[in-house]
């Protein structure tokens, strides 16, 4: 069966439609067919209906299945689990970018994030055993930008390479889930799908993992959060088949 | 032992227009950074064709070597400090099979990559 390929950080500046618009059609270009354009929780919940509405339909337009994502940056533990209770049935998807070893165990324990998502700079990274034996409990992925592995040069990308090879060991010794995204804010930075496999081949990451990374791993995300944001679902597992008198 | 071989299409997406020797220079650039002088030497890379109308290169490589050289294209974001992305947009065994493969695409290649 052909793969979906999942491209769920695409990340151009929203105050230009027309850019976010040609990177929509790049990516379907490109193959992709499942994509996301994360929104910012500092937005009230109208602002950013409008705008998952216009990225459906600049999706839908050219053949691409538009995935609603909150990308948040909390400072604290308490504040991530107010940004949680908020918005978490507003978005498919739930990012969390941790920037503080406390934001990073709350977010990997709490099964109501999605994806991890670390700073391009190792000394803070914080996806170590013990955070992937977290994460293997809930249901939140590691999730690796390629932007930064291709925008960065010399040490300081040997360094994030060294870190990202470190990292995909743990999550595959814990079976912690990862998505290879592409992190692009502009059209050149976007990679085709078996491009963005091949630049995992830099961290050692084997390429039946690196292409579901970027295929089943998002797409069995979407779907499961689909369900549980379906009207039908009750509780993993039992979903409503029918209301009525006669049933 | 003959070594199998594999013809890859690059197509060169950037603002900037650029000689076949740049390009080439771009691409051992990015390989010799990421795999070294070793890594490179395996590859067996050669350019075989340039056309600089559609910015679409043809090279040569080891068919073992298609995903080492798929990463170093893909790390390209500059070509003579102009902006730049390269692409694989087609793989082949034969030449003759990677131009009809060409063919058959440029009729799907959508208005904003085209040069």
């Known amino acids: ?247 | 032992m003959k070594l199998r071989s594999r013809y890859l299409a690059l197509k060169v997406d950037s603002p900037g227009r650029f000689s076949s020797r740049e390009i080439m220079e771009a691409l051992w650039s990015a390989l010799l950074r990421l795999f070294g002088e070793y890594g490179a030497s395996r590859t067996g890379l050669r350019l075989i064709d340039y056309d600089e109308m559609n910015h679409v290169a043809i090279v040569h490589v080891s068919h073992k070597e298609v995903e080492t050289i798929r990463a170093a294209v893909a790390s390209i974001t500059q070509i003579e400090s102009k902006p730049a992305a390269v692409h694989i947009i087609a793989v082949s065994g034969t030449i003759k099979a990677l131009r009809t493969k060409l063919k058959a695409n440029a009729k799907r290649i959508s208005p904003n990559m085209q040069q």
């Open chain 1, 1 to 247: 069966m052909r793969r979906i390929f999942a491209d769920l950080h695409l990340k151009p500046n929203l105050a230009d439609m027309e850019l976010a618009e040609r990177m929509l059609r790049r990516a379907a270009y490109f193959g992709y067919r499942l994509v996301s354009v994360p929104l910012a929780p500092t937005l009230t919940l109208s602002q950013n209906k409008q705008l998952i509405e216009q990225l459906t339909a600049l999706s839908k337009e050219v053949g691409l299945d538009f995935v609603s994502r909150l990308d948040v940056k909390p400072k604290t533990s308490n504040e991530l689990l107010r940004i949680l209770r908020r918005f978490r049935r507003s978005f498919e998807i739930i990012a969390v970018f941790c920037e503080s070893k406390a934001v990073a165990r709350q977010a990997a324990k709490d099964r109501r994030v999605d994806l991890l998502n670390f700073s391009s700079d190792p000394r803070k990274r914080f996806f170590d055993e013990a955070e992937a034996e977290l994460a293997s409990r809930g249901l939140a992925a590691l999730e690796i930008d390629i932007e930064s592995i291709i925008r960065l040069e010399g040490a300081a990308r040997v360094k994030l390479l060294a870190a990202l090879r470190k990292e995909a060991a743990i999550a595959k010794a814990f079976n912690v889930p990862v998505v290879v995204s592409s992190g692009a804010s502009e059209e050149l930075t976007m990679r085709r799908p078996l491009e963005a496999a091949a630049l995992t081949m830099l961290f050692d990451m084997d390429r039946s993992l690196a292409l579901d990374a970027i295929s089943k791993v998002p797409a069995a995300i979407v779907k499961r959060n689909r369900e549980k944001l379906s009207p039908e679902f009750i509780s993993p597992g039992i979903r409503l088949i029918r209301r009525g008198k006669d049933c």
